[in-house]
């Protein structure tokens, strides 16, 4: 038997976020339709390092390949002259388990499939035309997020608000490089990023809320994926209980961790107040964005599935390409 290992360099050249955005898409709709096996998450905190690391699996029925995902965050690394994130994903052939592939991507997929998962809940759920985006965060998954919202929806102001001053500077710097058409501006508060904005994003590792309910514009939307565990928390409750709309990317999964499973624990919103799930307005069984002043809130775990969808997408391009990665026989 064989696999192949495809290195970071490989993975890049060929998986853009633009590329990534439909197989999310139609995974999280093969989710909410009961096509999905997904296993429980493994989340393992290193705290004397800042340190977490989750491991995700999932299988779509019908598909040629399951995937075993590590990826990691490992917050002092900056200082240590290290990325924050890490991983890999382990391919395996549906049929017959097999390793069909290692990809040792460092943590780019996720960071892919993650941002991927914010734009298809934007394209639903948020206002159309935006004014102002607010982003809370300055890692990684901000520029992703805010990289992947541009190719579904224009808007003319960006403020970015994180703890570190420095983090904001080269946030700004970098992203007007890209969207020069953008005015960016550093926030000296969450809540001077938050008041007025149509759209915002949350990517932090947080485990103490930081956006207030009253701080919200009617009718903005609200990406909210740095909580993928069961004490990170970006947002206050209320923010959930002011909220005409909430959806999840998996009830099952948000009712353990992320933004709902805070919400449900205070007690300011029960489960009859959850709209459905991502996949379900993908599918048009749940309707999107009712009315210009709804708020509406998008609680982005991260699912397998979104690592079955990037890792396939990798594969058909890496075989069209005529990439035969590194052979490793076992």
Not at 225 to 249: H, I, Q, T, W
Not at 310 to 323: D, K, P, S, T
Request: charged fraction near 25%; aromatic fraction near 6%; hydrophobic fraction near 45%.
């Amino acid at each position: 038997m064989d696999a192949r290992l495809y290195l970071e360099p490989e993975i890049k050249r060929l998986v853009n976020l633009r590329a990534a955005i439909a197989p999310v898409e139609s995974s999280l709709a093969a989710y909410s339709s009961g096509r999905a096996i997904l296993p429980g998450v493994i989340n393992l905190d290193l705290p004397e390092f800042q340190g977490e690391v989750h491991v995700k699996g999932a299988y779509i029925k019908a598909e040629e390949y399951y995937v075993i995902k590590v990826a990691s965050g490992f917050y002092q690394n900056p200082g240590l002259g290290l990325p924050v994130g890490n991983g890999l994903m382990l391919v395996f052939r549906a049929k017959t388990g097999e390793l069909a592939a290692i990809l040792l991507d460092n943590g780019y997929l996720t960071e892919l499939r993650t941002a991927a998962a914010g734009a298809v809940a934007a394209k639903y759920l948020a206002r159309n035309p935006i004014e102002k985006v607010a982003v809370i965060g300055s890692g990684f998954q901000a520029r992703f997020q805010l990289r992947a919202l541009a190719e579904v929806r224009n808007f003319k102001k960006v403020a970015v608000w994180s703890r570190n001053p420095e983090n904001i500077k080269k946030y700004i710097v970098e992203m007007s490089a890209l969207f020069p058409e953008v005015v960016f501006l550093a926030a000296n508060s969450p809540e001077g990023a938050v008041r007025e904005a149509d759209l915002m994003i949350t990517a932090t590792p947080s485990r103490q809320p930081i956006v207030r309910a009253e701080w919200l514009k009617p009718g903005v939307h609200i990406t909210a994926m740095g909580s993928d565990g069961p004490e990170k928390e970006e947002l206050y409750p209320e923010v959930l209980a002011r909220a005409d709309r909430v959806f999840c990317d998996s009830i099952a999964q948000c009712r353990r961790l992320g933004e709902v499973h805070h919400a449900l624990e205070a007690g300011v919103i029960s489960e009859d107040d959850i709209s459905g799930e991502i996949g379900e307005l993908v599918l048009g069984q749940k309707p999107g964005r009712q009315a210009e002043e709804e708020i509406t809130v998008a609680d982005l775990t991260g699912l397998g599935i979104q690592d079955v969808a990037i890792a396939g997408l990798f594969l058909r391009l890496a075989e069209e390409a005529g990439l035969p990665g590194h052979i490793l026989d076992y």
